[in-house]
């Protein structure tokens, strides 16, 4: 399947296609990814903002809920009398019942640090508590040292309840330097905290804190720190190590008496804004206010954008995805269709390449058939030729003469050159026929040799005598320039006596033919071959004009003849009398001028 | 002989004067007296492509009303002979006579240069021969 699809112009369309895919995730991804850090930034700055303005709001709040409590002991403080103790204490009451959503009770104690009375509480039990010695605790000795007010931190009683306590000193007038106890009111802290977080904007989502000016924690979300040291074993066990420089730091900073709004990193790279505003009390810089914004929103924000983001990407994907599985099935269909018509284009070119071939096959079986029709069409010509060339002069004379008769003559003269033309014609129709009916058994293969024992020397001057009969006869110019060397010599052999005069006879008027003037030598010769077989070879070398260039390779074929008189048949006849004497037959031509033709047969 | 007798007499030089060359001069012998013997034609025969062309070269325009050659000559060819004349006098008759077994549409295959409008087969029937001559003639 992967194959089919990996061709050059399927594979840059899916790179195309995956590489569209993958920048458009990456865009998105980018693009999200920068909205939902932006996103998240303006979120965080609002949180850090509405942090600080709720710090600040939740500040004036505490002074405002503290204020009261300040003022009815500054009065209490002032109104006290020793000597009116109900009435006094009906005061007390009254101004319990106006704070006692945060005060616990109001306390008046006096110079010896023994309980006058309590708000809300019957004398009866008051009395019970007269014993008790409240002189060393810290809301009465401060305010007897510095004859002015006092804010506690978080102090636990024994009842395990942390409390704040707020003291002012009573003081005898009217020159109001003599100590004569205190007024102290008791704030649960735990109020304090619940009405403070109960204060805060919900949309902070953060936690209170509140820590007094040294340091010890008044208020904070977990009950068990409060009254503890910031920079303690219990508070500090619980800050998360990796933030706890920062932290430190930021709180210790927190405590000079100015406000601010820090960022810390929590563990995770959840953010949180941590706001400390300082609280003034009575123009003392008495504790800080923290508020936790824990970037939730922020958070939450860039969680969503970046589930968006995801999704998006994801979605792109998918869409990549798909549009890459539907680019893949058209490439698959488009590369099925193409296969399916190649291996039918393969199909047809096979089918055509058979054909092509099957017309090769039928050409070249033309062509053999023309060659064997060129064949035996030059056959029938040159037999044609030969055949009906003779008969013309035998017919014309014949049918001259005859016309005479019919004239009515009963007697007509006829000359010498008529008869001689008959004759010749006659014979070389005679010669046609004996060489067409050699022709016949050399190629049926029934050419029989009759061997015996004879003097080549004979057969060669009777050729030579035979010949210079027929060219008296044809051409006696030629005659005359021509003469036939021959040094006679009694060559025995064992052979077919009249087939090998048919091949010298063959041979030397075929050299006759060619040669106009000069001469045509016969030598006989024997010669041993390298199993010690005696040879006779006989050259007839001519002065003629050559063999062609053209005929040589085919000389000793059929029609292969540059005459115009011969039947082309003679050389191989003679060629084939040769070979079926085990002999050889062969031709060259001269250095100077003629050819020289060769045969050779076994003597014995 | 007759046919020396014929050339000479002054009669007929207003006869038609027929070319013929063949190699084989027992052809020529009998195609000449057979011609000569009706009294319509002067014939010159020659043995060779050469020895015609040289006198065909040799007489003016329209010496030689027709022209009759062998194909298969040695040296020159028919053929050969055709193509020589052609291009001196493109307007001469020519035939062909050949011992070859041929049709008109082979000729043509075989030699398309050649218009061969005429040839006559061997051996020659002399009353084909004459009349063909005869047509050449009216043309």
């Known amino acids: 399947m992967l194959s089919i699809v990996l061709s050059r112009n399927n594979i840059f369309l899916l790179i195309l296609v995956i590489g569209v895919g993958i920048s458009l995730s990456i865009l998105s991804y980018h693009y999200s990814g920068l909205t939902a850090d932006q996103i998240g930034e303006i979120a965080s700055n609002d949180i850090r903002s509405n942090a600080i303005i709720e710090t600040d709001g939740l500040s004036k709040t505490l002074l405002h809920i503290i204020d009261p409590v300040s003022t009815n002991l500054e009065i209490l403080s002032k109104i006290v009398n020793y000597t009116n103790i109900e009435g006094t204490k009906i005061i007390m009451d009254a101004v319990q019942n106006s704070t006692k959503s945060l005060t616990e009770g109001y306390y008046w104690i006096n110079e010896n640090g023994q309980i006058v009375s309590i708000s809300n509480v019957n004398s009866s039990i008051i009395n019970s508590y007269s014993g008790i010695d409240l002189s060393n605790r810290e809301y009465f000795v401060i305010p007897k040292e510095t004859l ?5 931190s978080a102090i636990e009683s024994i009842d395990k309840i942390p409390r704040l306590y707020i003291s002012f000193p009573v003081l005898e007038r009217p020159n109001e330097e003599v100590f004569k106890g205190v007024i102290v009111a008791s704030i649960k802290i735990h109020e304090l905290g619940r009405f403070l977080q109960s204060e805060l904007a919900p949309q902070v989502a953060g936690n209170v804190g509140l820590m007094d000016k040294n340091g010890i924690i008044i208020y904070g979300s977990n009950p068990s720190l409060i009254g503890k040291y910031y920079l303690g074993e219990e508070f500090q066990s619980l800050v ?14 927190s405590l000079q008496g100015s406000a601010g709004a820090e960022d810390l990193i929590l563990f995770g790279g959840n953010k949180t804004t941590l706001t400390y505003q300082p609280v003034f009390i009575g123009g003392k810089y008495l504790w800080t206010l923290f508020v936790s914004s824990p970037h939730q929103l922020a958070a939450e924000v860039g969680v969503l954008i970046n589930n968006q983001k995801n999704f998006s990407t994801l979605m792109i994907l998918i869409i990549g995805a798909v549009a890459l599985g539907i680019a893949f099935l058209i490439l698959s269909w488009n590369k099925r269709l193409e296969s399916a018509v190649s291996s039918r284009t393969i199909e047809l070119k096979d089918a055509n390449n058979s054909l092509v071939k099957y017309n090769k ?7 053999k058939l023309s060659i064997h029709d060129k064949m035996q069409k030059e056959f029938i010509n040159i037999a044609a030729h030969e055949l009906r060339t003779p008969i013309m002069p035998i017919l014309g004379d014949a049918i001259y003469l005859e016309k005479q008769f019919e004239e009515g003559k009963k007697e007509v003269k006829v000359d010498r050159e008529q008869v001689s033309s008959i004759i010749r014609n006659a014979k070389r129709l005679r010669r046609l026929a004996s060489d067409i009916l050699d022709i016949t058994k050399i190629e049926s293969q029934s050419l029989k040799l009759n061997k015996e024992q004879f003097n080549l020397n004979d057969i060669i001057l009777s050729s030579i005598s035979d010949i210079k009969a027929q060219l008296l006869s044809s051409n006696p110019e030629q005659l005359e320039n021509l003469i036939i060397v ?4 009694d060559v025995f052999v064992f052979a077919d ?26 030598i006989v010769k ?20 050559g063999i062609d260039g053209d005929i040589l390779p085919r000389l000793f074929t059929k029609f292969a003849s540059k005459s115009f008189e011969g039947t082309g048949l003679g050389l191989f006849i003679s060629k084939s009398i040769v070979h079926s004497h085990g002999g050889k037959i062969w031709a060259v031509n001269n250095l100077d001028l003629g050819a020289t033709f060769y045969f050779k047969i076994p003597q014995q | 002989m007759t046919s020396e007798i014929e050339i000479n007499n002054p009669y007929k030089n207003k006869m038609a004067r027929i070319m013929v060359v063949d190699d084989e001069k027992d052809i020529l012998r009998i195609i ?28 003016e325009l329209g010496y030689y009303d027709v022209i009759i050659t062998d194909i298969r000559m040695p040296r020159m060819n028919g053929f050969e002979l055709y193509r020589h004349i052609k ?42 021969l004459i009349f063909k001559i005869k047509s050449m003639l009216a043309t």
């Open chain 1, 361 to 367: 096959l039928l050409e070249s079986a033309n062509e």
């Open chain 1, 486 to 489: 021959y040094e006679p010599k």
């Open chain 1, 240 to 253: 998360p190590e990796e933030i706890r420089g920062p932290y430190n730091s930021l709180l210790a900073r």
């Open chain 1, 148 to 152: 002015a007010s006092y804010y506690s």
């Open chain 1, 526 to 545: 024997i010669e041993n071959d390298s199993a010690g077989i005696k040879y006779v070879v006989v050259s007839i070398r001519d002065t003629g004009q």
């Open chain 2, 32 to 59: 000449k007296r057979d011609l000569e013997n009706t009294n319509e034609f002067q014939v010159e025969v020659f043995s060779s492509g050469h020895d015609a062309l040289n006198s065909f070269k040799n007489h």
């Open chain 2, 87 to 128: 291009e001196m006098r493109p307007d001469t008759k020519i035939a062909f006579i050949t011992a070859f077994e041929i049709n008109r549409d082979e000729f043509t295959k075989v030699l398309p240069s050649i218009d061969v409008k005429d040839f006559v087969i061997k051996p020659i029937d002399m009353n084909d």
């Open chain 1, 497 to 522: 006596k009249n087939r090998i005069t048919q091949v010298l006879f063959n041979l030397l008027s075929n050299s006759i033919k060619f040669t106009e003037r000069g001469s045509i030598e016969i």
